[in-house]
């Protein structure tokens, strides 16, 4: 069964970077179709950030211009999003969720979410 | 960008009811429709897949058409479980995106 799970830090400095993790467990990686982030600001909607494919392309919600930046490391079984130059407004719930097969065009499993708070 | 329109943002209904959800994407996305649902602090789950597939462990209840543009999350008959935000999300293009949800809540 495919697990994935959320880490990083609840709260950041406006200015700076954001940056979680999600690790995946009872699955490699490297087999994954597509990997994504997506987020949540509190009382909204569902916000797509971008997604990393198996081959190494990356797609980037153009909203968010070249402040994301999503990668994988296979030594820990883990991908990552980094988020440049945050503000009040990047405040949001983060999940990380997964396209497994590649005959597939959807996201499960889901992890199930990080809060992460921008503020001094 | 493929835009995906979603109607109406809330709804009230009660169990028992027929509930009808829609989404209208800006151009053809041939069946790269999915639905999602998600109760208050938790993760969303999938319900629909590519339009019409339902995925396992969801109840027959819940179902999907597409018409065109145009796609459709039924719920045949509101359980009190049901009660949740509703989304769907197009994957046509590898710039995905989502509706903007639809509430339903109690009449």
């Known amino acids: 069964q495919v697990q994935l799970q959320e880490s990083g830090p609840g709260q950041v400095k406006p200015s700076e970077t954001l940056s979680l993790n999600c690790a995946v467990s009872g699955y490699s990686i490297n087999n994954g179709y597509y990997w994504g982030w997506i987020r949540q600001s509190p009382g909204k909607g569902l916000e797509w950030l971008g997604s990393i494919y198996h081959s190494g392309n990356t797609y980037y919600n153009p909203s968010l211009k070249s402040r994301v930046t999503i990668s994988v490391d296979t030594s820990r079984n883990q991908f990552s999003l980094k988020l440049t130059s945050v503000t009040a407004a990047d405040t949001s719930i983060y999940f990380c969720a997964a396209c497994i097969r590649s005959q597939d065009f959807w996201f499960d499993p889901w992890g199930q979410g990080i809060l992460v708070t921008v503020s001094s | 960008d493929i835009q995906v329109t979603q109607s109406p943002s809330s ?97």
């Open chain 2, 11 to 107: 709804l009230s209904a009660s169990v028992g009811d027929r509930v009808t959800i829609t989404c209208r994407a800006s151009q053809i996305i041939s069946s790269r429709l999915n639905w999602y649902q998600q109760k208050s602090g938790t993760a969303p789950k999938l319900l629909i897949f590519a339009a019409s597939g339902l995925q396992s462990g969801v109840p027959s209840r819940f179902s999907g058409s597409e018409s065109g543009t145009n796609f459709t999350l039924t719920i045949s008959s509101l359980q009190p479980e049901d009660f949740a935000t509703y989304y769907c999300q197009q994957t046509f293009s590898p710039f995905l995106s989502f509706g903007g949800g639809t509430k339903v809540d109690i009449k």
